[in-house]
């Protein structure tokens, strides 16, 4: 009987000595290559309702990086985006390098744009609950009669403003993205998000996925031009759902975090449900199993390649 292969050990947090450490975000850690360049490390944490989890997913941050590099490849000639083309090995010791390997991105040091670029093709979540109060979402009017999961009659903008690790991201209107960066970058922004979300939603659903809704993150280089940068159209990200079990009403199964999310809804602590405040439950064995499955699911599906 052959053995099985191992697998190689999930790793909540990098520790890379040769190189300083800028910020750990809730996935990534980001380390200064110089003064132009970044290594950005996707570690195995999870994160929802902006809150990291204790327990790692083995093999997300490798797998969220595949699906990051195959999307940036799709998408290239609508915008530049941040990939230098160096191996992330090259900047590390050889003794760093199973930090880094299959997990980690070398990228160019951008100025962040501080908005979460918002795209919805379809209503969910947050933008669902605020139509029932609303008829809109982030200030954009919406037509009466959708329910929830409906599809929009066309893909939304509707941006957040970025918020520091452990704060939750803020839904804004488009006028104050304008307040923020200036009426030309808003609109920029605005529309390559709209195209990026339109390429990708067509790809996907060729693959047999919807993708309900993601978000884009953008900085600006040296000239003051846009890039895409950090994850992109990732399940950390976006909202996919199996095109065949997508029906108005109720939300599909999905092949996102949206399962660990709806564990979490019931999660009790001290006898209590959980509020959603730090530190999260401790996830059972099953749930931190069942997750993975689903992100490998949705990399396997849509590109073919196997985490």
Not at 259 to 279: C, F, H, I, M, T
Request: aromatic share 6%; charged share 20%; proline share 8%.
């Amino acid at each position: 009987m052959t053995a099985a292969t191992p697998q190689p050990a999930a790793l909540h947090t990098s520790q890379l000595a040769s190189l300083p450490l800028l910020a750990r975000g809730k996935v990534r850690d980001n380390y200064a290559v110089g003064e132009e360049r970044l290594l950005m490390v996707a570690s195995d944490r999870i994160s929802a309702f902006d809150v990291i989890m204790g327990e790692p997913i083995p093999g997300k941050g490798a797998l969220l990086t595949q699906m990051a590099l195959w999307w940036f490849a799709q998408l290239e000639d609508i915008v530049p985006n941040h990939l230098t083309g160096d191996a992330p090995e090259s900047v590390v010791t050889p003794a760093e390098a199973a930090q880094v390997a299959g997990r980690s991105m070398l990228v160019k040091r951008l100025k962040p744009v501080p908005i979460e670029a918002v795209v919805r093709g379809y209503l969910a979540g947050s933008g669902w609950k605020e139509y029932q109060q609303s008829r809109s979402v982030c200030g954009v009017p919406l037509p009466d009669g959708l329910r929830n999961a409906s599809r929009l009659p066309r893909p939304i903008y509707t941006p957040a403003a970025k918020a520091a690790v452990g704060e939750h991201d803020e839904n804004i209107t488009y006028a104050r993205t304008v307040e923020m960066v200036g009426a030309e970058l808003a609109a920029r922004i605005r529309d390559v998000s709209l195209a990026l979300y339109e390429r990708a939603a067509a790809i996907a659903l060729d693959k047999g996925i919807i993708i309900a809704d993601t978000k884009f993150e953008f900085g600006l280089d040296d000239n003051g031009a846009l890039v895409l940068m950090d994850e992109v159209l990732t399940p950390d990200s976006s909202r996919y759902w199996p095109a065949d079990q997508w029906r108005e009403g109720a939300n599909p199964p999905s092949f996102d975090k949206q399962y660990l999310r709806d564990w979490l809804e019931g999660a009790q602590v001290n006898g209590q449900s959980w509020n959603k405040q730090p530190p999260a439950p401790p996830l059972p064995q099953e749930v931190i199993e069942g997750t993975a499955a689903k992100y490998r699911q949705a990399l396997r599906q849509l590109t073919g390649q196997q985490a």
